[in-house]
Nanobody
Framework: QVQLVESGGGLVQAGGSLRLSCTAS????????MGWYRQAPGKQRELVAT???????NYADSVKGRFTISRDNTKNTVLLQMSSLKPEDTAVYYC????????????WGQGTQVTVSS
């Protein structure tokens, strides 16, 4: 069974920084993408940033230049460094692991709250 454990959320003032961390345990394929999605109240879950096992990254336009994703494949850990935070970044942030080859399973963490005050 795959488990994703997130940490690092919290309350921060606009312009501040936070770092999210997610560690995956259990068995999943090494050809994968690890990353972060977020869901604000009343909105659909959306991609924030992902990084593949071959280090290809993908960022939402709204976070480009402010957020940086990184991963440590030896520890099955993915980090999201968030800077210049805005109130509109307030959401529950979910860690995600997605296998890129069959059976293409997807796993989710339970989420961590990020609140940015103005």
């Amino acid at each position: 069974q795959v488990q994703l454990v997130e940490s690092g959320g919290g309350l921060v003032q606009a312009g501040g920084s936070l770092r999210l961390s997610c560690t995956a345990s259990g068995s999943f394929l090494s050809i994968n993408a690890m990353g972060w999605y977020r869901q604000a109240p009343g909105k659909q879950r959306e991609l924030v940033a992902t990084m593949t096992s071959s280090d290809n990254t993908n960022y939402a336009d709204s976070v480009k230049g402010r957020f940086t994703i990184s991963r440590d494949n030896t520890k099955n850990t993915v980090l999201l460094q968030m800077s210049s935070l805005k109130p509109e970044d307030t959401a529950v942030y979910y860690c995600n692991v997605r296998e890129l080859v069959p059976p293409r399973r997807t796993y989710w963490g339970q989420g961590t709250q990020v609140t940015v005050s103005s």
